[in-house]
């Protein structure tokens, strides 16, 4: 089992929907997460860190339920520009690099 | 640029040679690491660099792989007799410090092995 899963998707959406994704993480002691998006052939860009108590920025919010080691990103009104692949990422407490979920894909249609 | 610089952008290679990938990140980062994502894979970490500190060699998969950081700044990732197995996207990133800092990536590079 992946340290930290995504469904791959595609996700396909109209432009002006709402769209959630969700990911799980195994290891209890991960400490910071992240949401990073990815487009295609490109470096992995940060999106958003992502807080305990939730938290928003313009059209994405982030929530972090660490009981059942889920965090979830909503994007409203969704744009054209977002199609994309979004990483969910998290690093432990104590190590220093992030481990990466493979990703899920977003194709925002007119 | 004031971003991580990473050359080659895209590398090609015979099965057996060795290939060096070069990183430069972002001036003032003190904290550099190496990560490589093969097609339909997440980004798997290789190796981190964190000052004059030792670095943490545990992603590295095999003794082909090493790297090396001069002067806590310019990275090198060498891989020695490489496989096809290699072939995949390899990218470095910087933080500001190890511990609780955003890491930047480069565009990374595109190596194949034929």
């Known amino acids: 089992r992946k340290e930290v899963e995504q469904d791959p998707g595609p996700f396909n959406v109209p432009e002006g929907a709402t769209v959630a994704f969700n990911c799980t993480y195994s290891?209890?002691?991960?400490?910071?997460f992240f949401w990073y998006r990815q487009d295609c052939r490109k470096e992995p860009k940060l999106l958003m860190s992502?807080?305990?108590s939730g938290n928003e920025d313009g059209r994405f919010t982030a929530q972090l339920n660490r009981a059942s080691q889920y965090i979830s990103l909503l994007i409203r009104d969704s744009k054209l520009s977002d199609s994309a692949t979004y990483l969910c990422?998290?690093?432990?407490?104590?190590?220093?690099?992030?481990?990466f979920g493979t990703g899920t894909r977003l194709l925002v249609s007119p | 640029g004031a971003g991580v610089s990473q050359s080659p952008s895209n590398k090609v290679t015979e099965k057996g040679k060795d290939v060096e990938l070069r990183c430069d990140p972002i001036?003032?980062?003190?904290?550099l690491y190496w990560y490589r994502q093969s097609l339909g894979q997440g980004l798997e970490f290789l190796i981190y660099?964190?000052?004059?500190?030792?670095?943490?060699k545990s992603g590295l998969p095999s003794d082909r792989f090493s790297a090396e950081r001069t002067g806590g700044s310019v990275s090198t990732l060498t891989i020695q007799r490489t496989q096809q197995e290699d072939s995949a996207v390899y990218l470095c990133?910087?933080?500001?410090?190890?511990?609780?800092?955003?890491?930047?990536f480069g565009a990374g590079t595109r190596l194949s092995v034929l």
């Open positions: 990422v998290v690093r432990r407490e104590g190590f220093q690099k992030l481990v």
């Open positions: 990133a910087s933080s500001f410090t190890g511990t609780g800092n955003i890491q930047y």
């Open positions: 660099f964190q000052g004059n500190s030792a670095p943490d």
């Open positions: 290891n209890s002691a991960s400490q910071s």
């Open positions: 992502v807080y305990s």
């Open positions: 001036s003032g980062h003190t904290a």
